[in-house]
T-cell receptor, first 116, second 113 residues
């Protein structure tokens, strides 16, 4: 089946620094990938839609300059949290869609970001 | 806007018993897809079952089955013969017209020995 690899699984960074999270579709091409944020015991909140070769589409309330998304190839999307602050600490998950809508969405294993 | 509602924050069930999770949704689309995802303590999202709205037959995957009531916009998940490994957060989801997954708030299922 479709596999999405997400790295790193955990990262701790200092306030003010930037952190990059990678999301790769290993055995299929993904023109569209999605980035979610999840707080403990809560649902997944869609942050942005990453489109290969074009600008990402951000959901309302998500800061574009803080959460930079790049989708430079059909198998890789990256999320960079810039000038991180403790309130950015969260669990970030990516997903990719294989084929059409009926193909379903495959999720990465998530990244736990802690900003100290 | 498309919405997905899960009204049960937590459900407890004994091993080998059956539990049913409720989900209602709201959509203006004529054809759409519905999903149930499982998120165990590892936090890896796992697809449990999917349903295409134009298919009247309820989807089934081993011990997991759905009761899809299109007119009522209801999409419940039944877990039969519950196992300890079924302990997880379960999310109901639908796809909106932009191709984005919209999740419900989730239901925590706890399977007890």
């Amino acid at each position: 089946g479709a596999v999405v690899s997400q790295h790193p699984s955990r990262v701790i960074c200092k306030s003010g620094t930037s952190v990059k999270i990678e999301c790769r579709s290993l055995d299929f091409q993904a023109t569209t990938m999605f980035w979610y944020r999840q707080f403990p015991k809560q649902s997944l909140m869609l942050m942005a839609t990453s489109n290969e070769g074009s600008k990402a589409t951000y959901e309302q309330g998500v800061e574009k300059d803080k959460f930079l998304i790049n989708h430079a190839s059909l198998t890789l999307s990256t999320l960079t949290v810039t000038s991180a602050h403790p309130e950015d600490s969260s669990f970030y998950i990516c997903s990719a869609r294989e084929g059409g809508v009926s193909g379903g969405y495959t999720f990465g294993s998530g990244t736990r970001l802690t900003v100290v | 806007a498309q919405t997905v509602t899960q009204s049960q924050p937590e459900m407890s069930v004994q091993e080998a018993e059956t539990v049913t999770l409720s989900c209602t949704y709201d959509t203006s689309e004529n054809n759409y897809y519905l999903f149930w995802y499982k998120q165990p303590p590892s936090r890896q999202m796992i697809l449990v079952i999917r349903q295409e709205a134009y298919k009247q037959q309820n989807a089934t995957e081993n011990r997991f089955s759905v009761n899809f009531q299109k007119a009522a916009k209801s999409f419940s998940l039944k877990i039969s013969d519950s196992q300890l490994g079924d302990t997880a957060m379960y999310f109901c989801a639908s796809i909106d017209s932009w191709g984005k997954l919209q999740f419900g708030a989730g239901t925590q299922v706890v399977v007890t020995p």
